[in-house]
C-alpha cells in the first residue's frame, strides 16, 4: 500500500529528475548553490591534488582554457564515465590549450587511485570541505554536483554546464569550446 508520504516523494523525485533531464535549472541557481556569473572573474581557489607539487590553484593556468568540472565521487559509474570521455578527448582539448580539471570531495589518495585504475592524466582536486564546491553552485551537503565551467585564459567564466550526461559531455564541452575560441 503506497502512502501519501511515498507519493510525495515520489513526485518531488520525478520532477527533479525531470528539471535535471530536461536542463530546466534557471541560470543564477542549480541544485548546489548560486551560481557565480557569466563574462565575470571565474572564482579564484587553490586545492590539494595527487598531482606536480601537491596544490593547484586556478590562476596558475592563466593564459589557457580551463574546462572545470565538479563531480560527484571516484569510482562511480557516471563518474568513471565522464573520466574516461574527458581522458579519450584530452589530445583535442591539448590542441585547443585547455587545461582539464576535476573537482569533488574526495580526498588526494582517492584521487590518485581513480586516476592510477583509468588512466586518467589530468589534475584531479580535492574539495574536501566543499568550499570550492560551493563557490561555484555545485555543493549538496557532502559531495559536488556534476557541472562543469569554461573559464577563458584571462579566469573570465565563459560556460556553464548543468544537467550533465556523462557519456555525450565532453563532446558538448569541445563543441562550445571551439564556438568559444572562435568569437
Known sequence: ??????????????????????????????????????????????????????????????GKWIVLYFYPKDFTSGCTIEARRFQQDLPKYISRNAQILGVSADDIDSHAEFCDSEGLKFPLLADTDGSVSKAYGSWMNFFSMRHTFIIDPDGMLEEIFLGVRPPIHSQEVLARLDELQQS
Do not use: H, V
Open 1 to 62: 500500500m503506497t502512502t501519501r508520504r511515498n507519493l510525495i516523494s515520489i513526485f518531488i523525485a520525478s520532477c527533479l529528475a525531470l528539471i535535471t533531464w530536461f536542463n530546466f535549472i534557471p541560470n543564477t541557481w542549480a541544485l548546489g548553490g548560486k551560481l557565480p556569473e557569466l563574462n565575470q572573474p571565474a572564482p579564484e581557489f587553490t586545492l590539494p591534488t595527487n598531482t606536480g607539487d601537491g596544490k593547484i590553484s586556478l590562476s596558475d593556468y592563466q
